[in-house]
């Protein structure tokens, strides 16, 4: 589905972000992609929709070679390749569901959507992505009377909107306080289970990644360190990505949430609706 070949990203003043990564998803997982801040994680994430150009190497998704398109090509490519922002993204004077409805930008066209006139199924899709990712009643909210867990979960549907073959998430939970980010993590992997839609999670929480997540891949300074499964970390393997310290107390067992769900089973179909307050 998803083929990265000797990835490299050198930026303008010589940094070097990427050193020949090579990794591929062949299946609706979540993979975690985990490291220090400056490992490679974010460059890793941009580079495969080419918000950030690879200075070299080979990223395909479904047989499409990502880096050799034309930039009319790539915004076609785009559209498969939905983005959910640590930053969230949103327009903050739009309302919740014309956010939403913006994932649709790439298929409808622009002078219908600048006219507010979406097809009828956009818009029925986009309440059923409302009321899935747990604010449903909130569509004629503006997104600046949104928090922050409530904004992630717009950028989720929005992502969603685009009916894409990979989703790629950049820091989801960064600014968000514990709870709403086991929530927000818990969502995304649901949504992916039952879409068949894998998704790379770039995250520094390595015990969320630990808990939700189906692949862990280490980086160190542009490297992969490490890629397997989570309960495979251990306190070296810390070690290896993140350098000497006591990680025998972030090394635990996956636990029941707070709120007593736990994380789903893979082609899990069932939804327990989470609270929208967050």
Known sequence: MLAITDLVKV????????????????????????GSS?????????????????????????????TSLSRRKLRLARRRMGM??????????LTVMENVLSGRLGYVGFWRTYRRRYPPEDVAGAFELLERVGIGGYHDTRADALSGGQRQRVGIARALMQRPDLLLVDEPTASLDPKTSRQIMRL??????ERGTP??????????????????????DGLIVFDGAADQLTPQVLTDIYGEEDWSTTIRK?????????????????????????
């Open 254 to 278: 996956v636990e029941d949430d707070e709120d007593g769900a736990q994380k789903p089973p893979r082609k899990n179909k069932g939804f327990v609706r989470e609270a929208a307050a967050g």
């Open 84 to 93: 959910i922002f640590q930053e969230y993204n949103l327009v903050e004077r």
């Open 38 to 66: 400056g490992a490679g994680k974010s460059t890793l994430i941009r580079c495969i929709n080419r918000l950030v150009e690879p200075t070299s190497g080979k990223i395909v998704l479904d047989g499409i070679e990502v």
């Open 188 to 193: 995304l992997v649901e949504l992916a289970h």
């Open 11 to 34: 930026y303008p003043t010589g940094a070097k972000a990427l050193c020949g990564v090579s990794l591929s998803v062949e299946e609706p997982r979540v993979v975690a992609i985990i």
């Open 199 to 220: 998704a790379m999670v770039n995250i520094h929480d390595v015990g969320l990644a630990q808990s939700f997540a189906d692949r862990i891949i280490g980086l160190r």
